[in-house]
């Protein structure tokens, strides 16, 4: 019912920036009624939540990322954005963007994976030293 394609990922040096991008389809739900997520996952570790963005604009982001990451869409285009700067070998991961057509991001609380229903392939970032 949604389909996420997720662009941009690739390598970069430690202190570089890369922009994703996940693109949004469906025939049953409305891009602006979403909430969106980025999530990551590198190797043995648990998927955690990077940043999220509710469907009235409400955006958070993870300590880990918090002033380097931005999350941030275009509902004309029906596209979900990660601006990352700074980047760390840390950040070296597989990361996901996530759609609900009904859960509701709070500035107050984090969001999980089980929140989301929708689900793109992932692209790979990989920072080096």
């Known amino acids: 019912q949604v389909v996420l394609v997720e662009s941009g990922g690739g390598s970069v040096q430690a202190g570089g920036s890369l922009k994703l991008s996940c693109e949004f389809s469906s025939y049953t739900y409305r891009y602006s009624d979403c909430s969106m997520a980025w999530f990551r996952q590198a190797p043995g570790t648990e998927r955690e939540a990077v940043a999220a963005?509710?469907?009235?604009?409400?955006?958070i982001a993870a300590d880990s990322v918090k002033g380097r990451f931005t999350i941030s869409r275009d509902l004309a285009k029906n596209t979900l954005f990660l601006q990352m700067n700074s980047l760390k070998p840390e950040d070296t991961a597989m990361y996901y963007c996530?759609?609900?057509?009904?859960?509701?991001?709070?500035?107050?609380?984090?969001?999980?994976?089980?929140?989301?229903?929708?689900w793109g392939q992932g692209t790979q970032v990989t920072v080096s030293s």
């Open positions: 996530a759609s609900d057509p009904w859960f509701t991001v709070a500035a107050d609380r984090p969001v999980e994976e089980g929140d989301f229903g929708y």
């Open positions: 963005l509710d469907s009235d604009g409400t955006t």
